[in-house]
Nanobody, 117 residues
Framework: QVQLVESGGGLVQPGGSLRLSCAAS????????MGWERQAPGKQRELVAG???????VYADSVKGRFTISRDNAKNTMSLQMTSLKPEDTAVYYC???????????WGQGTQVTVSS
């Protein structure tokens, strides 16, 4: 019932910044938690950041202090502000939304972030 569309990925030099966005749409949906995961070639998929319906946030240790997650419940959008980017941040980033009731997460299509000089 929930469709997620991501945007904002691209190529950036080390130390640069990018802002990822995720927009939710559909009918008769209610979202609990939202967040971002990423997967790099040869590495396991990992949680990057998450935000609950009441604004509580959690971050991976590797991005803490550099990334900021936020959500706008009125607009059904979520963003990930990434600063001081490192080559190891290179990955495909996927946004997710967890329904309020029982059911699986919804996932975005993924957006490529490449950090390279």
């Amino acid at each position: 019932q929930v469709q997620l569309v991501e945007s904002g990925g691209g190529l950036v030099q080390p130390g640069g910044s990018l802002r990822l966005s995720c927009a939710a749409s559909g009918s008769n949906f209610r979202i609990n938690a939202m967040g971002w995961e990423r997967q790099a070639p040869g590495k396991q998929r990992e949680l990057v950041a998450g935000v609950s319906s009441d604004g509580r946030t959690v971050y991976a240790d590797s991005v803490k202090g550099r990334f900021t997650i936020s959500r706008d419940n009125a607009k059904n959008t979520m963003s990930l502000q990434m600063t001081s980017l490192k080559p190891e941040d290179t990955a495909v980033y996927y946004c997710y939304a967890t329904p309020l009731g029982l059911g699986p997460r919804s996932w975005g299509q993924g957006t490529q972030v490449t950090v390279s000089s």
